[in-house]
């Protein structure tokens, strides 16, 4: 008996459920956004229009559906795998001409509180590192996937490059670029990607104590993020617990149904960032505790669907694929959502698909495009056309334990 990997319909819950995060994260932004410009304009002598933020939402929002059907419908994966070298060479090339930039002072490098992390080009900003996070997932499931079928997990030419990409990943983002949430979501698409590929269990863990050797050395040797860890440890206060108790409040004061749209007070220029990073704790402001609960739920349908997508998947690559995006975006749920209610210090990780800025949910829809096309290609049992339906529940049991490997193909 055949398994042949046939494409049938996509998995329609993704799509849907990033249809509605779109829309909640448009609502809040429309609310808040002309509180966030009305601050800006008045603390930093800025001349934004009240609806200068729900307008560039609205455009990243149009952009980022352009791109989730452009990758689910237009873009075989086999044509992205085939560059996925060039895909990562040039998100790290991204990475080096931000720093060189920012360090000769030009005007393309953005940099805000003390951080460059954007490349602005006629007047369009870009963050190398989320482009980084897309290219890293295909370059490794393109690598991984290669080295699993030369019978080559676990050796050293297997290592070594994945050492190498991911020390220099890291490097640039969370040296150069002072950005601690993107390291956290890199570590976790290389660590999901690595379980999954069959690597030696002894192995697996030696990486994993050598990530935690190297976090711990990074805060060590940074004063602020050393402070930052003690303070929040002790129970004091600083901008980061500010920040925290603020967006506490908000949660508090929406209670079980919220304050209704429009009407929320911390966006009003007590809590930090309320469009971006704090978007969850405005949400829960808003909505209450009901709003919160339910645009947790709609996460976990992307993301328990992104994981049956790499279950159902035959193919090792394509599944790696699933399992790093699923990563991704988990990550940046679970860090925001733990940052919002005080149980971790703040990393500055958006809310995927709802905080404001284009960059990040440009390439997460680029990604779950992906998985939504690999959704269509998942295993179906195929019945040989000289086997009648007869024939096979005569055999029963015995047929099934005696079944030999299955042969894959992919066939449209």
Known sequence: MQVRVRKHKSDLAILFAVIALMAIGAVI????????????NTAYGMNYSSDYFFTH???????????????????????ISKIAKWLL??????????????KVGSSI???????????KVAGVSFQPAEFLKISL??????????????????????????????????????????????????????????????????????VIALIVGGGLAVV?????RLERVMTFMSGGTDESSYHVDNAMVAIGTGGLFGV????????????PES???SVFAVMGETFGLIGLVAVLAIFAVILLRTLKVAEKTEDLERRLVSIGVFAWVATHVVVNVMAMTGLIPVTGVTLPLMSYGGTSMVFISFGLGLVMQLSCYTGREVIKKDESISSRRGLGRAHHSSRSRSTRNFED
């Open 29 to 40: 932004i429309y609310a808040i956004g002309p509180m966030r410009a009305n601050v800006l």
């Open 57 to 79: 939402h609205l455009f990243s929002v149009a952009l980022s559906l352009a791109v989730f059907f452009v990758t689910f419908k237009l873009i075989p994966y086999e044509k």
């Open 89 to 102: 060479i040039a998100a790290l090339a991204a990475s080096v001409a931000l720093w060189l930039l920012s």
């Open 109 to 119: 490098a953005v940099c805000e509180l003390g951080a460059c992390r954007w490349l």
């Open 137 to 206: 997932i295909i370059y490794l499931a393109n690598f991984i996937g290669r080295k699993k079928e030369e019978g080559k997990i676990g050796g050293q030419d297997f290592w070594i490059p994945i050492a190498v990409i991911g020390a220099l990943s890291l490097f640039f983002v969370v040296v150069l670029q002072s950005d601690l949430g993107t390291g956290l979501a890199i570590i976790a698409i290389i660590l999901g990607m690595l379980l999954i590929s069959g690597v030696p269990l002894k192995q697996y863990l030696a």
């Open 220 to 224: 060590l040797a940074t004063p602020y």
């Open 260 to 271: 209704g749209v429009g009407n929320s007070v911390q966006a009003t220029g007590y809590l």
């Open 275 to 277: 469009i971006n990073d």
